[in-house]
Protein backbone atom coordinates (compact mmCIF):
# COMPACT_ATOMS: atom_id res chain seq x y z
CA UNK A 1 0.00 0.00 0.00
CA UNK A 2 1.13 3.74 -0.61
CA UNK A 3 1.42 6.40 1.53
CA UNK A 4 1.44 4.73 4.70
CA UNK A 5 3.63 4.23 7.18
CA UNK A 6 3.06 2.42 10.64
CA UNK A 7 4.73 3.14 14.50
CA UNK A 8 4.59 0.26 16.22
CA UNK A 9 4.31 1.86 20.46
CA UNK A 10 7.25 -1.07 21.70
CA UNK A 11 9.01 0.98 24.21
CA UNK A 12 6.97 0.60 27.56
CA UNK A 13 8.36 -1.53 30.59
CA UNK A 14 5.20 -3.64 31.33
CA UNK A 15 5.61 -2.68 34.77
CA UNK A 16 2.66 -5.46 35.21
CA UNK A 17 4.37 -8.06 33.89
CA UNK A 18 6.66 -8.56 36.75
CA UNK A 19 9.70 -9.50 34.12
CA UNK A 20 13.28 -8.42 32.97
CA UNK A 21 11.87 -8.95 29.17
CA UNK A 22 10.58 -6.17 27.56
CA UNK A 23 6.87 -6.58 27.51
CA UNK A 24 6.46 -7.19 23.82
CA UNK A 25 8.88 -10.23 24.26
CA UNK A 26 6.84 -12.50 26.07
CA UNK A 27 5.21 -15.36 23.84
CA UNK A 28 2.14 -16.54 22.71
CA UNK A 29 2.64 -20.14 21.36
CA UNK A 30 6.30 -19.74 20.96
CA UNK A 31 6.22 -15.96 18.80
CA UNK A 32 6.88 -12.73 20.61
CA UNK A 33 3.83 -10.78 21.30
CA UNK A 34 4.57 -8.11 18.86
CA UNK A 35 5.72 -10.26 16.25
CA UNK A 36 2.14 -10.86 15.68
CA UNK A 37 1.24 -7.43 15.32
CA UNK A 38 3.53 -7.45 12.95
CA UNK A 39 2.25 -9.94 11.13
CA UNK A 40 -1.07 -8.25 10.87
CA UNK A 41 0.24 -5.00 9.97
CA UNK A 42 2.47 -6.64 6.90
CA UNK A 43 -0.69 -8.73 5.70
CA UNK A 44 -3.05 -5.84 5.78
CA UNK A 45 -0.44 -4.06 3.18
CA UNK A 46 1.66 -1.99 5.38
CA UNK A 47 5.02 -2.68 4.60
CA UNK A 48 7.01 0.73 5.85
CA UNK A 49 7.22 -0.45 9.48
CA UNK A 50 8.72 1.84 12.43
CA UNK A 51 9.27 0.05 15.81
CA UNK A 52 9.74 2.35 19.07
CA UNK A 53 12.02 0.61 21.38
CA UNK A 54 13.29 1.56 24.81
CA UNK A 55 13.21 -0.73 27.40
CA UNK A 56 15.07 -3.95 26.58
CA UNK A 57 15.87 -2.28 23.47
CA UNK A 58 18.97 -4.28 22.82
CA UNK A 59 16.72 -7.52 22.90
CA UNK A 60 14.25 -6.01 20.58
CA UNK A 61 16.43 -5.40 18.18
CA UNK A 62 17.34 -9.16 17.83
CA UNK A 63 13.70 -9.88 17.18
CA UNK A 64 12.36 -7.41 15.37
CA UNK A 65 13.22 -6.75 11.44
CA UNK A 66 11.46 -3.24 10.80
CA UNK A 67 13.56 0.36 10.92
CA UNK A 68 13.62 1.02 14.83
CA UNK A 69 13.87 4.52 16.58
CA UNK A 70 14.56 4.79 20.60
CA UNK A 71 12.33 6.49 23.00
CA UNK A 72 14.97 7.84 25.41
CA UNK A 73 12.98 8.30 28.13
CA UNK A 74 9.88 6.50 28.69
CA UNK A 75 7.48 9.43 29.04
CA UNK A 76 4.00 7.62 27.60
CA UNK A 77 2.63 6.80 24.39
CA UNK A 78 2.26 10.37 23.00
CA UNK A 79 6.31 10.99 23.59
CA UNK A 80 6.68 7.60 22.23
CA UNK A 81 4.85 8.46 18.47
CA UNK A 82 6.89 11.86 18.78
CA UNK A 83 10.28 10.15 18.91
CA UNK A 84 9.26 8.26 15.71
CA UNK A 85 9.54 12.19 13.73
CA UNK A 86 13.50 11.98 12.95
CA UNK A 87 12.77 8.98 11.22
CA UNK A 88 9.28 10.30 9.46
CA UNK A 89 11.61 12.96 7.82
CA UNK A 90 9.42 15.04 5.64
CA UNK A 91 6.48 12.35 5.03
CA UNK A 92 3.37 13.45 4.78
CA UNK A 93 0.93 10.75 4.72
CA UNK A 94 -1.19 8.30 6.57
CA UNK A 95 0.27 7.02 9.64
CA UNK A 96 -1.38 4.03 11.70
CA UNK A 97 -0.44 3.51 15.07
CA UNK A 98 -0.48 0.37 16.71
CA UNK A 99 0.43 -0.72 20.37
CA UNK A 100 2.89 -3.39 19.99
CA UNK A 101 1.30 -5.25 22.94
CA UNK A 102 -2.59 -5.85 21.25
CA UNK A 103 -1.62 -9.30 19.34
CA UNK A 104 -4.92 -10.29 17.94
CA UNK A 105 -5.62 -7.42 16.11
CA UNK A 106 -6.64 -8.48 12.63
CA UNK A 107 -4.78 -7.39 9.08
CA UNK A 108 -8.75 -6.78 8.34
CA UNK A 109 -9.33 -4.66 10.96
CA UNK A 110 -6.15 -2.72 9.95
CA UNK A 111 -7.46 -2.97 6.54
CA UNK A 112 -11.14 -1.72 7.18
CA UNK A 113 -9.32 1.23 9.46
CA UNK A 114 -6.90 2.54 6.60
CA UNK A 115 -10.18 2.38 4.13
CA UNK A 116 -12.59 4.22 6.64
CA UNK A 117 -9.65 7.08 7.18
CA UNK A 118 -9.29 7.72 3.15
CA UNK A 119 -12.86 7.53 2.70
CA UNK A 120 -14.10 10.21 5.06
CA UNK A 121 -10.75 11.91 4.84
CA UNK A 122 -10.60 13.05 8.62
CA UNK A 123 -7.35 13.96 10.39
CA UNK A 124 -7.55 10.79 12.82
CA UNK A 125 -9.58 7.84 13.38
CA UNK A 126 -9.56 5.61 15.61
CA UNK A 127 -10.68 1.80 16.50
CA UNK A 128 -13.01 0.94 19.29
CA UNK A 129 -14.68 -1.65 21.00
CA UNK A 130 -17.51 -2.16 23.11
CA UNK A 131 -16.53 -3.85 26.18
CA UNK A 132 -19.01 -5.12 29.27
CA UNK A 133 -16.02 -4.26 31.66
CA UNK A 134 -14.01 -1.34 30.03
CA UNK A 135 -11.70 -1.36 32.99
CA UNK A 136 -8.03 0.20 32.40
CA UNK A 137 -8.98 0.94 28.92
CA UNK A 138 -9.59 4.58 27.55
CA UNK A 139 -12.95 5.40 27.19
CA UNK A 140 -14.33 6.95 24.00
CA UNK A 141 -16.22 10.27 25.01
CA UNK A 142 -18.71 11.33 22.19
CA UNK A 143 -20.67 14.25 22.27
CA UNK A 144 -24.97 14.11 21.84
CA UNK A 145 -25.17 14.27 18.49
CA UNK A 146 -22.66 10.85 18.28
CA UNK A 147 -19.47 12.75 17.41
CA UNK A 148 -16.37 11.75 19.27
CA UNK A 149 -14.96 14.62 21.34
CA UNK A 150 -11.95 13.12 23.18
CA UNK A 151 -10.67 10.11 24.38
CA UNK A 152 -10.52 9.72 28.71
CA UNK A 153 -7.70 7.39 30.25
CA UNK A 154 -8.64 5.43 33.22
CA UNK A 155 -7.12 7.69 35.67
CA UNK A 156 -8.40 10.76 34.28
CA UNK A 157 -12.06 10.01 33.97
CA UNK A 158 -14.62 10.98 35.75
CA UNK A 159 -17.08 8.93 37.09
CA UNK A 160 -19.67 9.35 34.58
CA UNK A 161 -16.76 8.79 31.92
CA UNK A 162 -15.92 5.07 33.67
CA UNK A 163 -19.21 4.29 32.88
CA UNK A 164 -18.60 4.24 29.19
CA UNK A 165 -18.02 1.15 27.71
CA UNK A 166 -16.75 2.21 24.27
CA UNK A 167 -13.26 1.72 24.28
CA UNK A 168 -10.29 2.65 22.57
CA UNK A 169 -7.99 -0.56 21.20
CA UNK A 170 -4.92 1.26 20.56
CA UNK A 171 -4.74 1.21 16.51
CA UNK A 172 -5.37 4.49 14.76
CA UNK A 173 -4.90 5.93 11.64
CA UNK A 174 -3.72 9.64 11.53
CA UNK A 175 -2.84 12.39 8.92
CA UNK A 176 1.20 13.00 9.97
CA UNK A 177 0.99 16.56 9.96
CA UNK A 178 -1.96 16.75 11.86
CA UNK A 179 -1.26 14.04 14.70
CA UNK A 180 2.77 15.81 15.01
CA UNK A 181 1.19 19.13 15.28
CA UNK A 182 -1.05 17.59 17.78
CA UNK A 183 1.61 16.21 19.89
CA UNK A 184 3.33 19.30 20.11
CA UNK A 185 0.24 20.17 22.22
CA UNK A 186 0.03 17.48 23.99
CA UNK A 187 1.04 18.06 28.08
CA UNK A 188 2.02 15.81 30.35
CA UNK A 189 -0.23 14.06 32.43
CA UNK A 190 0.64 15.50 36.45
CA UNK A 191 0.11 12.17 38.21
CA UNK A 192 1.77 9.33 35.70
CA UNK A 193 4.50 12.20 34.19
CA UNK A 194 3.49 10.62 30.85
CA UNK A 195 2.14 12.61 27.46
CA UNK A 196 -0.88 10.58 26.16
CA UNK A 197 -1.20 9.63 22.71
CA UNK A 198 -4.82 9.59 23.30
CA UNK A 199 -5.13 13.08 24.38
CA UNK A 200 -4.48 14.28 20.45
CA UNK A 201 -8.33 13.86 19.51
CA UNK A 202 -9.20 16.36 21.97
CA UNK A 203 -6.59 18.56 20.14
CA UNK A 204 -7.86 17.99 17.32
CA UNK A 205 -11.27 18.32 17.75
CA UNK A 206 -10.48 22.07 19.43
CA UNK A 207 -9.03 22.36 15.99
CA UNK A 208 -12.07 21.97 14.29
CA UNK A 209 -10.42 18.71 12.70
CA UNK A 210 -13.02 15.49 12.07
CA UNK A 211 -11.97 12.32 14.05
CA UNK A 212 -13.97 9.30 12.77
CA UNK A 213 -13.93 5.87 13.93
CA UNK A 214 -14.53 2.33 13.53
CA UNK A 215 -15.81 -0.17 15.70
CA UNK A 216 -14.70 -3.70 16.53
CA UNK A 217 -17.37 -6.56 16.87
CA UNK A 218 -14.59 -9.12 18.27
CA UNK A 219 -14.14 -7.68 21.33
CA UNK A 220 -11.07 -10.41 21.62
CA UNK A 221 -9.12 -8.65 18.82
CA UNK A 222 -8.61 -5.77 21.54
CA UNK A 223 -7.30 -7.13 24.43
CA UNK A 224 -3.83 -5.60 25.22
CA UNK A 225 -1.27 -7.86 27.14
CA UNK A 226 -0.52 -5.76 30.68
CA UNK A 227 -0.57 -8.29 32.94
CA UNK A 228 0.45 -12.34 33.00
CA UNK A 229 -3.25 -12.86 33.26
CA UNK A 230 -3.80 -11.10 30.00
CA UNK A 231 -1.22 -12.77 28.17
CA UNK A 232 -3.25 -16.26 29.38
CA UNK A 233 -6.55 -15.13 28.12
CA UNK A 234 -4.93 -13.88 24.66
CA UNK A 235 -3.24 -17.28 24.57
CA UNK A 236 -6.42 -19.08 25.12
CA UNK A 237 -8.55 -16.71 22.46
CA UNK A 238 -5.89 -17.80 19.84
CA UNK A 239 -6.21 -20.84 20.77
CA UNK A 240 -9.72 -21.62 20.24
CA UNK A 241 -9.85 -19.52 16.76
CA UNK A 242 -7.29 -22.00 15.73
CA UNK A 243 -8.75 -25.13 16.58
CA UNK A 244 -12.10 -23.42 14.99
CA UNK A 245 -10.45 -22.99 11.90
CA UNK A 246 -8.97 -26.73 11.82
CA UNK A 247 -12.97 -28.02 12.85
CA UNK A 248 -14.30 -26.19 9.73
CA UNK A 249 -11.59 -27.21 7.84
CA UNK A 250 -12.62 -30.83 8.64
CA UNK A 251 -10.37 -31.92 11.65
CA UNK A 252 -12.15 -33.05 14.69
CA UNK A 253 -11.10 -32.33 17.96
CA UNK A 254 -12.70 -33.93 20.74
CA UNK A 255 -11.83 -31.71 23.69
CA UNK A 256 -10.76 -28.62 22.47
CA UNK A 257 -10.43 -27.25 26.02
CA UNK A 258 -7.44 -29.78 26.73
CA UNK A 259 -6.36 -29.72 23.40
CA UNK A 260 -3.59 -27.19 22.45
CA UNK A 261 -2.51 -26.45 18.59
CA UNK A 262 0.01 -24.36 17.63
CA UNK A 263 -0.58 -21.54 14.84
CA UNK A 264 1.38 -22.95 11.80
CA UNK A 265 0.28 -26.76 11.63
CA UNK A 266 -1.13 -28.50 9.04
CA UNK A 267 -3.76 -30.86 9.52
CA UNK A 268 -5.47 -33.22 7.09
CA UNK A 269 -9.42 -33.71 6.90
CA UNK A 270 -11.13 -36.51 8.84
CA UNK A 271 -8.32 -36.60 11.56
CA UNK A 272 -9.28 -37.18 14.50
CA UNK A 273 -7.24 -35.08 17.67
CA UNK A 274 -8.10 -36.65 20.78
CA UNK A 275 -8.05 -35.28 24.21
CA UNK A 276 -5.21 -34.17 25.90
CA UNK A 277 -2.99 -33.56 22.80
CA UNK A 278 -0.45 -30.91 22.27
CA UNK A 279 0.71 -30.32 18.58
CA UNK A 280 3.60 -27.36 19.01
CA UNK A 281 5.38 -25.71 15.86
CA UNK A 282 6.47 -26.76 12.49
CA UNK A 283 3.91 -30.01 12.33
CA UNK A 284 2.60 -31.73 9.41
CA UNK A 285 -0.83 -34.16 9.66
CA UNK A 286 -2.17 -35.78 7.28
CA UNK A 287 -5.69 -37.18 6.24
CA UNK A 288 -7.53 -39.93 8.31
CA UNK A 289 -5.10 -40.18 11.49
CA UNK A 290 -6.27 -41.06 15.21
CA UNK A 291 -3.81 -38.70 17.42
CA UNK A 292 -3.79 -39.05 21.00
CA UNK A 293 -5.04 -38.93 23.49
CA UNK A 294 -2.24 -37.33 25.40
CA UNK A 295 0.17 -37.35 22.25
CA UNK A 296 3.15 -34.83 22.49
CA UNK A 297 4.01 -34.17 18.68
CA UNK A 298 6.39 -30.75 18.39
CA UNK A 299 9.38 -29.56 16.13
CA UNK A 300 9.54 -30.50 12.42
CA UNK A 301 7.35 -33.30 12.39
CA UNK A 302 5.24 -34.80 9.40
CA UNK A 303 2.55 -37.25 9.60
CA UNK A 304 1.13 -39.21 6.57
CA UNK A 305 -2.30 -40.32 5.85
CA UNK A 306 -3.96 -43.19 7.93
CA UNK A 307 -1.96 -42.87 10.51
CA UNK A 308 -1.99 -43.50 14.25
CA UNK A 309 -0.57 -41.89 17.03
CA UNK A 310 -1.46 -42.94 20.42
CA UNK A 311 -1.42 -42.36 23.93
CA UNK A 312 1.47 -40.79 25.81
CA UNK A 313 3.30 -41.02 22.47
CA UNK A 314 5.81 -38.15 21.86
CA UNK A 315 7.47 -37.40 18.66
CA UNK A 316 9.91 -35.10 17.85
CA UNK A 317 12.09 -33.93 14.57
CA UNK A 318 10.19 -37.36 12.73
CA UNK A 319 8.57 -38.31 9.61
CA UNK A 320 6.14 -41.15 9.88
CA UNK A 321 4.75 -42.31 5.95
CA UNK A 322 1.50 -44.08 5.14
CA UNK A 323 -0.21 -46.51 7.45
CA UNK A 324 2.52 -46.91 10.49
CA UNK A 325 0.70 -47.38 14.10
CA UNK A 326 2.55 -46.13 16.96
CA UNK A 327 -0.07 -46.90 19.47
CA UNK A 328 1.12 -46.78 23.22
CA UNK A 329 3.81 -45.01 25.28
CA UNK A 330 6.29 -44.42 22.76
CA UNK A 331 9.40 -41.84 22.01
CA UNK A 332 10.16 -40.96 18.57
CA UNK A 333 12.99 -38.37 17.97
CA UNK A 334 15.32 -37.27 14.79
CA UNK A 335 13.42 -41.15 13.51
CA UNK A 336 12.09 -41.70 10.23
CA UNK A 337 9.22 -44.51 9.71
CA UNK A 338 8.34 -45.79 6.20
CA UNK A 339 4.97 -47.41 4.90
CA UNK A 340 2.93 -49.34 7.39
CA UNK A 341 5.92 -49.70 10.34
CA UNK A 342 4.06 -51.21 13.74
CA UNK A 343 6.00 -49.57 17.28
CA UNK A 344 5.48 -51.64 19.77
CA UNK A 345 4.21 -49.66 23.19
CA UNK A 346 7.06 -48.28 25.22
CA UNK A 347 9.50 -48.26 22.11
CA UNK A 348 12.54 -45.81 22.44
CA UNK A 349 14.72 -44.05 20.45
CA UNK A 350 17.47 -43.19 21.82
CA UNK A 351 18.42 -40.50 19.84
CA UNK A 352 21.09 -38.52 21.77
CA UNK A 353 24.22 -40.04 22.96
CA UNK A 354 25.60 -37.15 25.27
CA UNK A 355 26.45 -34.47 22.40
CA UNK A 356 24.87 -35.30 18.81
CA UNK A 357 21.38 -36.50 18.34
CA UNK A 358 21.26 -39.37 16.01
CA UNK A 359 18.99 -40.66 13.54
CA UNK A 360 17.03 -43.80 13.27
CA UNK A 361 15.57 -45.65 10.12
CA UNK A 362 12.77 -48.04 10.13
CA UNK A 363 11.65 -49.02 7.03
CA UNK A 364 8.40 -50.65 5.14
CA UNK A 365 7.11 -52.92 7.15
CA UNK A 366 9.00 -53.39 10.22
CA UNK A 367 7.45 -54.50 13.31
CA UNK A 368 9.50 -52.85 16.35
CA UNK A 369 8.42 -55.21 19.49
CA UNK A 370 7.63 -53.48 22.96
CA UNK A 371 9.74 -52.17 25.52
CA UNK A 372 12.41 -51.96 22.56
CA UNK A 373 15.39 -49.53 23.05
CA UNK A 374 16.84 -48.41 19.55
CA UNK A 375 19.73 -46.96 20.24
CA UNK A 376 20.52 -44.31 17.24
CA UNK A 377 22.16 -44.22 14.45
CA UNK A 378 20.67 -47.17 13.59
CA UNK A 379 17.96 -48.66 10.51
CA UNK A 380 16.03 -51.54 10.84
CA UNK A 381 15.33 -52.86 7.62
CA UNK A 382 12.09 -53.33 5.55
CA UNK A 383 9.95 -56.19 7.12
CA UNK A 384 12.27 -56.63 9.62
CA UNK A 385 11.32 -57.92 12.85
CA UNK A 386 12.42 -56.24 16.27
CA UNK A 387 11.62 -58.36 19.09
CA UNK A 388 10.19 -57.64 22.96
CA UNK A 389 12.50 -55.94 25.06
CA UNK A 390 15.33 -55.83 22.62
CA UNK A 391 17.89 -53.49 23.34
CA UNK A 392 19.42 -52.95 19.45
CA UNK A 393 22.85 -51.13 19.63
CA UNK A 394 24.17 -48.09 17.29
CA UNK A 395 25.08 -49.26 14.18
CA UNK A 396 24.16 -52.61 14.67
CA UNK A 397 21.78 -52.58 11.81
CA UNK A 398 18.90 -55.03 11.29
CA UNK A 399 18.69 -56.29 7.29
CA UNK A 400 15.46 -56.35 5.98
CA UNK A 401 12.85 -59.65 6.57
CA UNK A 402 15.51 -60.38 9.19
CA UNK A 403 14.12 -60.83 13.10
CA UNK A 404 16.66 -59.82 15.99
CA UNK A 405 16.14 -60.42 19.86
CA UNK A 406 17.54 -60.02 23.01
CA UNK A 407 20.20 -57.65 24.85
CA UNK A 408 21.65 -56.64 23.30
CA UNK A 409 19.93 -57.82 20.11
CA UNK A 410 21.14 -60.55 17.91
CA UNK A 411 19.81 -61.82 14.73
CA UNK A 412 17.54 -64.96 15.41
CA UNK A 413 19.28 -68.29 13.85
CA UNK A 414 16.85 -70.06 12.57
CA UNK A 415 17.74 -73.91 12.27
CA UNK A 416 17.23 -76.06 9.48
CA UNK A 417 15.48 -79.18 9.02
CA UNK A 418 18.41 -81.45 10.37
CA UNK A 419 18.52 -78.91 13.42
CA UNK A 420 22.07 -77.54 11.64
CA UNK A 421 22.63 -73.60 11.99
CA UNK A 422 22.35 -71.60 8.93
CA UNK A 423 25.69 -70.84 7.62
CA UNK A 424 24.74 -66.93 6.98
CA UNK A 425 23.61 -66.86 10.15
CA UNK A 426 26.20 -68.14 12.47
CA UNK A 427 26.87 -65.24 13.93
CA UNK A 428 25.34 -62.35 14.79
CA UNK A 429 26.27 -59.14 12.17
CA UNK A 430 28.16 -56.10 13.26
CA UNK A 431 27.10 -56.77 17.16
CA UNK A 432 30.24 -54.98 19.31
CA UNK A 433 31.71 -56.14 21.98
C1 LIG B 1 -3.21 2.37 25.98
C2 LIG B 1 -4.08 3.60 25.65
C3 LIG B 1 -5.52 3.27 26.01
C4 LIG B 1 -5.97 2.02 25.24
C5 LIG B 1 -5.01 0.84 25.49
C6 LIG B 1 -5.32 -0.28 24.53
C7 LIG B 1 -2.60 5.51 26.01
C8 LIG B 1 -2.30 6.67 26.88
N1 LIG B 1 -3.61 4.72 26.41
O1 LIG B 1 -3.30 2.15 27.39
O2 LIG B 1 -6.35 4.37 25.66
O3 LIG B 1 -7.28 1.69 25.64
O4 LIG B 1 -3.65 1.23 25.24
O5 LIG B 1 -4.52 -1.41 24.79
O6 LIG B 1 -1.98 5.33 24.99
N2 LIG B 1 4.63 2.78 25.25
C9 LIG B 1 5.80 3.29 24.78
N3 LIG B 1 6.44 4.25 25.50
C10 LIG B 1 5.95 4.73 26.66
C11 LIG B 1 4.73 4.21 27.15
C12 LIG B 1 4.09 3.23 26.41
O7 LIG B 1 6.28 2.88 23.73
O8 LIG B 1 6.57 5.63 27.24
C13 LIG B 1 3.96 1.72 24.46
C14 LIG B 1 3.85 0.42 25.25
O9 LIG B 1 4.97 -0.40 24.99
C15 LIG B 1 2.54 -0.17 24.70
C16 LIG B 1 1.77 1.03 24.23
O10 LIG B 1 2.66 2.13 24.17
O11 LIG B 1 2.77 -1.02 23.59
C17 LIG B 1 0.63 1.37 25.17
O12 LIG B 1 1.15 1.55 26.47
P1 LIG B 1 0.48 0.87 27.73
O13 LIG B 1 1.23 1.30 28.93
O14 LIG B 1 0.27 -0.57 27.51
O15 LIG B 1 -0.90 1.66 27.72
P2 LIG B 1 -2.30 1.16 28.22
O16 LIG B 1 -2.44 1.51 29.66
O17 LIG B 1 -2.53 -0.23 27.83
MG1 LIG C 1 -1.39 -1.74 27.08
Known amino acids: MKDIVAIVLAAGRGTRMNSDIPKVLHRIFGKPIISYVL ?66 VSANTIRELIAKHRASGASA ?22 RITKIVEEIKAELHEKAINEVNVGTYCFKSRDLFDALGQVKRDPKKGESFLTDTVEILRRAGKSVESISIKDADEMIGINSRKDLARAASILKNRILDELMLSGV ?55 VIIGNFVELVRTVIDDGCRVKHHTYLGDTTLGRKVNIGAGTITANYDGKNKNKTVIEDGAFIGVGS ?27 SGKTVVGVPARILEKRTGKGRRRTDEKRPVNIQR
Open 39 to 104: GSLRESGVADIITVAGFGSDKLRETVDTRIVIQKKLLGSGDAVASATGALGKYEGDVVVICGDTPL
Open 125 to 146: TLTTAVLKDPMEYGRIVRSEDG
Open 252 to 306: TIEDPATTTVYPDARIGRDTVIRPNTFIGPDVEIGKACSIGPFARITGNVRVGNE
Open 373 to 399: VLIAPIRIGKAATVGAGCVVLRGNDVP
